[in-house]
């Protein structure tokens, strides 16, 4: 066997001692430039964000949305070809994932939407959106993780129908106002009436609001909602109520109007 000369042994340490270890790369779209280009819709995509950075246009894009952090941020481009609200997700990511929708580039960004976890927008075809996907520390810490993320066409808003009763009771000697009617609401998590009432006396017309939650599941629910006058007191004859009936979900809101002349009855 051939003995090593002392040379090649030190070659052979020196080369041992100062390999340099693999690290893991960033993320192909960390950046805005690098951004991933979104073909067609609906979209998926899954990402290692644990080497994503943050950088200068993510400062630019958070000072109007003012999320808690912008760690791990990757870019994805978007532009839709027909009109019509989309929905970005994070479900199945295992980090909270803050998103920002922007339009513009670096130096003139405008903010369309932010928000945690799951973010809808109005989008308008031909129109170019960046969708930036980010660790918002909302755990308490960084940096990123697996990031699932998810465009799709929104859900609808939830359909409202608001009813007045054409008659209205009230009390005589504080002049409250009790306003009846009905709510329908459906596909959404809540729903609730607000009231303004108007009642001419002369040339002065007073006025008042109220308000009242209500569930929204499909079935029609009977409201009831005290209005006080905030610049003098209801007495007994004509009004005019605006009520207005909104349902929400957990991406959009939808509502009904009804203006109705009412006869105060006390």
Same mark, same amino acid.
Request: net charge negative; proline share 7%.
């Given at each position: 066997?051939?003995?090593?000369?002392?040379? #090649?042994?030190?070659?052979?340490?020196? !080369?041992?001692?100062?390999?340099?270890?693999?690290? $893991?790369?960033?993320?192909?779209?960390?950046?805005?430039?690098?951004?991933?280009?979104? +073909?067609?819709?609906?979209?998926?995509?899954?990402?290692?964000?644990?080497?994503?950075?943050?950088?200068?246009?993510?400062?630019?894009?958070?000072?109007?949305?003012? $999320?808690?952090?912008?760690?791990?941020?990757?870019?994805?481009?978007?532009?839709?070809?027909?009109?019509?609200?989309?929905?970005?997700?994070?479900?199945?990511?295992?980090?909270?994932?803050? &998103?920002?929708?922007?339009? +513009?580039?670096?130096?003139? &960004?405008?903010?369309?939407?932010? +928000?945690?976890?799951?973010?809808? #927008?109005? *989008?308008?075809?031909?129109?170019?959106?960046?969708?930036?996907? #980010?660790?918002?520390?909302?755990?308490?810490?960084?940096?990123?993780?697996?990031?699932?993320?998810?465009?799709?066409? *929104?859900?609808?808003?939830?359909?409202?129908?608001?009813?007045?009763?054409?008659? *209205?009771? &009230?009390?005589?000697?504080?002049?409250?106002?009790?306003?009846?009617?009905?709510?329908?609401? !459906?596909?959404?998590?809540?729903?609730?009436?607000?009231?303004?009432?108007?009642?001419?006396?002369?040339?002065?017309?007073?006025?008042?609001? +109220?308000?009242?939650?209500?569930?929204?599941?499909?079935?029609?629910?009977?409201? !009831?909602?005290?209005?006080?006058?905030?610049?003098?007191? &209801?007495?007994?004859?004509?009004?005019?109520?605006?009520?207005?009936?909104?349902?929400?979900?957990?991406?959009?809101?939808?509502?009904? #109007?009804?203006?109705?002349?009412?006869?105060?009855?006390?």
């Amino acid at each position: 066997m051939k003995r090593l000369t002392l040379p #090649f042994v030190l070659a052979a340490l020196l !080369s041992a001692m100062f390999v340099t270890p693999a690290l $893991a790369a960033p993320p192909s779209n960390d950046t805005y430039a690098d951004r991933t280009v979104v +073909g067609s819709i609906p979209y998926s995509d899954t990402v290692d964000t644990t080497e994503a950075t943050t950088d200068a246009d993510d400062a630019e894009w958070n000072v109007p949305c003012g $999320a808690p952090a912008t760690d791990a941020s990757v870019w994805y481009e978007l532009t839709p070809e027909t009109d019509g609200p989309l929905l970005v997700d994070s479900a199945g990511s295992d980090y909270p994932v803050g &998103f920002t929708i922007v339009t +513009g580039e670096p130096g003139s &960004f405008e903010l369309v939407a932010c +928000g945690p976890d799951a973010v809808a #927008f109005e *989008a308008f075809a031909g129109e170019t959106y960046s969708i930036i996907a #980010f660790d918002d520390q909302f755990d308490g810490g960084g940096n990123g993780g697996t990031l699932v993320v998810t465009i799709d066409v *929104a859900p609808p808003p939830p359909v409202v129908d608001v009813s007045v009763d054409p008659v *209205a009771e &009230f009390d005589a000697q504080t002049g409250v106002v009790t306003v009846t009617g009905t709510l329908t609401c !459906s596909g959404g998590d809540f729903a609730f009436v607000d009231v303004q009432l108007e009642q001419r006396a002369g040339r002065f017309i007073i006025r008042g609001f +109220g308000g009242i939650d209500a569930p929204c599941d499909g079935e029609t629910h009977a409201w !009831s909602v005290e209005v006080i006058g905030e610049n003098g007191i &209801f007495k007994g004859g004509r009004a005019v109520a605006f009520a207005f009936g909104i349902g929400c979900n957990s991406y959009t809101c939808g509502e009904d #109007f009804e203006q109705v002349a009412l006869r105060l009855r006390g």
